[in-house]
């Protein structure tokens, strides 16, 4: 089982649809981390939280620390938007500074 | 001003050969990561550093794989008789560092696509 998954493997959504994707890890952490990365491959950092709720425009990311588990939510969602988006995870027992444990992603195709 | 960049884009190398990867981080950027991606799958850490110390490798695969980053800026991932199992995007991060416990944003380069036949 890996340390850190992801739901749904790949999710289609109508364009204006809310979209949740879900991580769920089974490590002690001290960060998680929510990434984009574009059909061209480049990767973009969107939230990073140890705590609670980050919001930045239409993406909001939670974490609940207790249940291990954090959701990447996009409202209004949009063509633009499709993309793989990556959890992933510091560790705070174990690990070394740099070592972020990754999610396999989700592949969320938005359709106009 | 510019965001991490990493050279090559794409090598393409005979089973056997050596191959350099380069990364040049943000300027001012003291860590720096090394993750290998395999195509489907998420990234897979390998090496970090602070400065030009490296603080950990226990993700390099093998003894083939080494880096490096002499003066504390651009890095260096060398992978020697690359195998067709070598095969996959090699991609580079930078962050600021910061002596209180916590997490810094990791910046991402563009990476590098090592295709070994």
């Known amino acids: 089982k890996n340390e850190v998954e992801q739901s749904p493997q790949n999710l289609t959504a109508q364009e204006g649809e809310f979209i949740t994707i879900n991580c769920s890890y089974s490590?002690?952490?001290?960060?998680l981390h929510w990434l984009q990365q574009h059909p061209g491959g480049g990767i973009v950092s969107l939230f990073m939280l140890s705590s609670g709720k980050k919001k930045h425009g239409r993406l909001i990311a939670t974490i609940n620390i207790q249940e291990k588990h954090s959701s990447l939510h996009i409202t209004a969602s949009h063509p633009r938007d499709s993309a793989v988006y990556i959890c992933?995870?510091?560790?705070?027992?174990?690990?070394?500074?740099?070592?972020?444990?990754f999610g396999k992603g989700t592949k969320l195709s938005v359709k106009p | 001003g510019a965001g991490v960049s990493q050279s090559p884009r794409y090598k393409v190398t005979k089973r056997g050969q050596d191959v350099a990867l380069r990364c040049d981080p943000i300027s001012g950027h003291v860590s720096l990561y090394w993750y290998r991606q395999a195509l489907g799958q998420g990234p897979e850490f390998l090496t970090y550093f602070n400065y030009e110390a490296q603080q950990d490798k226990s993700g390099l695969p093998n003894d083939r794989f080494s880096a490096e980053r002499p003066e504390g800026s651009i890095s260096t991932l060398t992978i020697q008789r690359t195998e067709q199992r070598d095969s996959a995007m090699y991609r580079c991060?930078?962050?600021?560092?910061?002596?209180?416990?916590?997490?810094?944003?990791?910046?991402f380069g563009p990476g590098t696509r090592l295709t070994v036949l």
């Open positions: 490590v002690g952490i001290s960060a």
């Open positions: 991060a930078s962050s600021l560092f910061s002596l209180r416990e916590g997490d810094n944003e990791q910046f």
């Open positions: 992933a995870v510091r560790r705070n027992y174990g690990g070394s500074q740099g070592n972020l444990i």
